[in-house]
Every structure is written in structure tokens, then in C-alpha cells.
T-cell receptor, first 115, second 115 residues
Framework: AQTVTQSQPEMSVQEAETVTLSCTYD???????LFWYKQPPSRQMILVIR??????QNATENRFSVNFQKAAKSFSLKISDSQLGDAAMYFC????????????FGKGTMLLVSP | GAGVSQSPSNKVTEKGKDVELRCDPI?????LYWYRQSLGQGLEFLIY????????KSGLPSDRFSAERTGGSVSTLTIQRTQQEDSAVYLC?????????????FGPGTRLTVT
């Protein structure tokens, strides 16, 4: 079974600054997907970024980028030029696409953004 | 195109009553997940459907919980004899299926309050 660990229950950042959210996972799979989801107070889960394990290049989406370290089983999210709208709960998630696979989430990190 | 929809968006029920929560996945998505999110908590896996395979029910917390997926599309989560601890947001997600496929797409959730 896979496990996903987010060790930071809460993080704070000031507008325009950079923040990194941590995520580690444990799996015996070699092929899998990793995701970061954002959940604002509206409770709608929004995909922020995805990474395929076979790709060595780190994924980037505008101000969001990841540091994917497959050997260390680490998948951190960096948010650059933070904005007030980035304030939300962020969840790291693991999906093994081979066969019959559930989607495993970490417990989440609450990101607070101050002006 | 249309996203994942869930109904009702909010449900208030009395302790001991049965409730049904509905999820309409994205057309063509063969995989469907149900999660429960208690206030301020992470996502607790409930059940996973993949095509015509037997569902993974390993996350259902008790025999009061059941789910079905008719015709490989719409899914209904039923909670019998509701208890106050069942109060939570119930989230549904769908994705294209096993193997290569995009990320799971989430619905807006149903907030269940048991009084």
C-alpha cells in the first residue's frame, strides 16, 4: 500500500515571496503519477500540477513548480511570487496507474498568505 | 465540457435517517472515487469503481455505508441510519481509467449535516 506524508500542517508566506510545501511518499511501484491539488474555502479540489514518475524533468505551471526526487521519494511544491489567492489547503496525492489503483492523499498543508 | 457534478450540494438530516448522495462523473471516465472529508481534515478514501471490475470497498467505515454505480456512469453513495459522526463533506472524483490517463477530476462535494 502507498502512503503519502505532508509534514507541514500549516505554512505562512508573504505576498510576492516564495514558499515550498513538502511531500514524501512510500511505494514499491516504479511507474506512477504525483499531483498537487489546491482546495480553497469553496472546497472545490483544483489540480495545481502533475508529475509522471518516468519523466526526469520537473513539472512547471506558471508560478508553480515541483522538485521531484524519485530516489528519495520526495515531491515538493514551490510557489513563486505568492498571491493572496494562493491561500488554501494543498494536498499531495499519489496514483499508481497500473491495474486497479486508488488515489492516496496526504493530510494536507494549510497555506496562509499575508499582504 | 461538463465536469463532475454532485447532488445535493448540502443535506441536513436527522440522526437515524437514510441519505443518498449522487455523483455524475465526466462522460467516458471509467474510474470513480468517493472520499469523505471531515471538518479541517484530509480526504478519507471510501470506495473506488473501475469499469466493470468489482469495486474496492476497503475504505467504507461500516456496513451502514454502501455505494453503487449503474451502467458504468452515475454513482450513488447511501448511508443508512445516519449518525452525527457521519457529518462531513463527501467528494466524488472521476478519471479516464487505468494506464495512461489524466488526473482525477473532483466534483464540488456534498456537505452532509446530521442533527
Amino acid at each position: 500500500a502507498q502512503t503519502v506524508t505532508q509534514s507541514q500542517p500549516e505554512m505562512s508566506v508573504q505576498e510576492a515571496e516564495t514558499v515550498t510545501l513538502s511531500c514524501t511518499y512510500d511505494t514499491s511501484e516504479s511507474d506512477y503519477y504525483l499531483f498537487w491539488y489546491k482546495q480553497p474555502p469553496s472546497r472545490q479540489m483544483i489540480l495545481v500540477i502533475r508529475q509522471e514518475a518516468y519523466k526526469q524533468q520537473n513539472a512547471t505551471e506558471n508560478r508553480f513548480s515541483v522538485n521531484f526526487q524519485k530516489a528519495a521519494k520526495s515531491f515538493s511544491l514551490k510557489i513563486s511570487d505568492s498571491q493572496l489567492g494562493d491561500a488554501a489547503m494543498y494536498f499531495c496525492a499519489f496514483l499508481a496507474p497500473s491495474g486497479y489503483s486508488t488515489l492516496t492523499f496526504g493530510k494536507g498543508t494549510m497555506l496562509l498568505v499575508s499582504p | 465540457g461538463a465536469g463532475v457534478s454532485q447532488s445535493p450540494s448540502n443535506k441536513v438530516t436527522e440522526k437515524g435517517k437514510d441519505v443518498e448522495l449522487r455523483c455524475d462523473p465526466i462522460s467516458g471516465h471509467t474510474a470513480l472515487y468517493w472520499y469523505r472529508q471531515s471538518l479541517g481534515q484530509g480526504l478519507e478514501f471510501l470506495i473506488y469503481f473501475q469499469g466493470n471490475s468489482a469495486p474496492d470497498k476497503s475504505g467504507l467505515p461500516s456496513d451502514r455505508f454502501s455505494a453503487e454505480r449503474t451502467g458504468g456512469s452515475v454513482s450513488t453513495l447511501t448511508i443508512q441510519r445516519t449518525q452525527q459522526e457521519d457529518s462531513a463533506v463527501y467528494l466524488c472524483a472521476s478519471r479516464q481509467g487505468s494506464g495512461q490517463g489524466p488526473h482525477p477530476h473532483f466534483g464540488p462535494g456534498t456537505r452532509l449535516t446530521v442533527t
